[in-house]
Nanobody, 124 residues
Framework: VQLQASGGGLVQAGGSLTLSCAAS????????LAWFRQAPGKEREFVAA????????AYADSVKGRFTISRDYAKNTVYLRMDSLNLEDTSVYYC??????????????????WGQGTQVTVSS
């Protein structure tokens, strides 16, 4: 599976941004697709995940109610809609995939496939 992330940029606090992650090389209904982020000097942290075939969605507490993860089957793409952005959301965002959904979806070590990062910068 190859993942291509895009959509990062500069946005003012309170604004919105949508990230995209295009998957190629095949996906199946049990795939887990996730977004992580990593700020300078910090560990990579879980943001959101979904099961490609549906039925499973998960969010970090810090983004719950502000971020929405979704997918487009026709485009083989996962999105991360980010609303009410704040300065703490500034980070490099990565999409990731694993072949099977796991209850340990928050751990980056569970994911074998990674896209390149896309920078999100929130300004005051």
């Amino acid at each position: 599976v190859q993942l291509q992330a895009s959509g990062g940029g500069l946005v003012q606090a309170g604004g919105s941004l949508t990230l995209s992650c295009a998957a190629s090389g095949g996906t199946s209904s049990d795939y887990a697709l996730a977004w992580f982020r990593q700020a300078p000097g910090k560990e990579r942290e879980f943001v959101a995940a979904l099961r490609w075939g549906g039925g499973r969605y998960a969010y970090a507490d810090s983004v719950k109610g502000r971020f929405t993860i979704s997918r487009d089957y026709a485009k083989n793409t996962v999105y991360l809609r980010m609303d009410s952005l704040n300065l703490e959301d500034t980070s490099v965002y990565y999409c990731a995939a694993r072949i099977r959904w796991t209850t340990n979806y928050r751990s980056p070590n569970e994911y074998a496939y990674w896209g390149q990062g896309t920078q999100v910068t929130v300004s005051s």
